[in-house]
T-cell receptor
Framework: SQQGEEDPQALSIQEGENATMNCSYK?????LQWYRQNSGRGLVHLIL?????REKHSGRLRVTLDTSKKSSSLLITASRAADTASYFCATDVGIQGAQKLVFGQGTRLTINP | EPEVTQTPSHQVTQMGQEVILRCVPI?????FYWYRQILGQKVEFLVS????????KSEIFDDQFSVERPDGSNFTLKIRSTKLEDSAMYFCASRRSTGTVVNGYTFGSGTRLTVV
C-alpha cells in the first residue's frame, strides 16, 4: 500500500450528519495535514496535527492521530452541502530543510441536501 | 490573507513545445514546491526548492523539467519539450518553517496544462 491511503474513496451522506474519513501511512512523519479540494480547484489547508499530538479541533473539524497505528481520521460534524469536496490527507516527511508533503488518494465527500 | 499566485490558470500547448509555469510564493516563505495532479488522480510531489537550490526531486522530475527563482519573488517550472502525458494541474506551494514552528503549506490555485 502507498503512503497516505484513505478510506473510504467516496462517501455520500445527508446534510447534518457527521462525516468521517480515515488515512493510513507507512513511514515516520513530522506532522499530518488535511486538505480540501473543490472540483478542479486548488488545495485548501484545513488542519495540521503534529506527530506528538493525538487530537486537534478546528471549528467543525476534529482530527485524530495514532502514530502507533500510523493512522489519522478527519471528522466533519454537522455537515453542510458546501462541504462537498475531495479531502486529502498529506504526511509531512523528511528532515528539516528537505521536507515535503506526500498525499493520499483522497476521499470524495458528497453532502446531499 | 497572503496567497500563492500562479499564472496562467490554464495553458494549452502543442506537444514538443516548451512551457513555463509561473508562481509567486508568499513573500516571507522559505520553501517552495511544485506538485502535479493528473485528472482524477492524487497530488504528486515533483520538486522542492530551498536556499536557491533543489532540495529534493521525484522520479517524475526528469531532465525535461527545471525550476528557477529568477528574482526575489517568482518561482518557475519549465518543461522543455512537453509530452501528452504532461497534461495535468500543476500546483505551486510555499511554506515557512523556522526552528520548531511548523506551518502548513500554502498552495496556489494551480495551472491546468493541456498538451495537444
Amino acid at each position: 500500500s502507498q503512503q497516505g491511503e484513505e478510506d473510504p474513496q467516496a462517501l455520500s451522506i445527508q446534510e447534518g450528519e457527521n462525516a468521517t474519513m480515515n488515512c493510513s501511512y507507512k513511514t515516520s512523519i513530522n506532522n499530518l495535514q488535511w486538505y480540501r479540494q473543490n472540483s478542479g480547484r486548488g488545495l485548501v489547508h484545513l488542519i495540521l496535527i503534529r506527530s506528538n499530538e493525538r487530537e486537534k479541533h478546528s471549528g467543525r473539524l476534529r482530527v485524530t492521530l495514532d502514530t502507533s497505528k500510523k493512522s489519522s481520521s478527519l471528522l466533519i460534524t454537522a455537515s453542510r452541502a458546501a462541504d462537498t469536496a475531495s479531502y486529502f490527507c498529506a504526511t509531512d516527511v523528511g528532515i528539516q530543510g528537505a521536507q515535503k508533503l506526500v498525499f493520499g488518494q483522497g476521499t470524495r465527500l458528497t453532502i446531499n441536501p | 490573507e497572503p496567497e500563492v499566485t500562479q499564472t496562467p490558470s490554464h495553458q494549452v500547448t502543442q506537444m514538443g513545445q516548451e512551457v513555463i509555469l509561473r508562481c509567486v510564493p508568499i513573500s516571507n516563505h522559505l520553501y517552495f514546491y511544485w506538485y502535479r495532479q493528473i485528472l482524477g488522480q492524487k497530488v504528486e510531489f515533483l520538486v522542492s526548492f530551498y536556499n536557491n537550490e533543489i532540495s529534493e526531486k521525484s522520479e517524475i522530475f526528469d531532465d525535461q523539467f527545471s525550476v528557477e527563482r529568477p528574482d526575489g519573488s517568482n518561482f518557475t517550472l519549465k518543461i522543455r519539450s512537453t509530452k501528452l502525458e504532461d497534461s495535468a494541474m500543476y500546483f505551486c506551494a510555499s511554506r515557512r518553517s523556522t526552528g520548531t514552528v511548523v506551518n502548513g503549506y500554502t498552495f496556489g490555485s494551480g495551472t491546468r496544462l493541456t498538451v495537444v
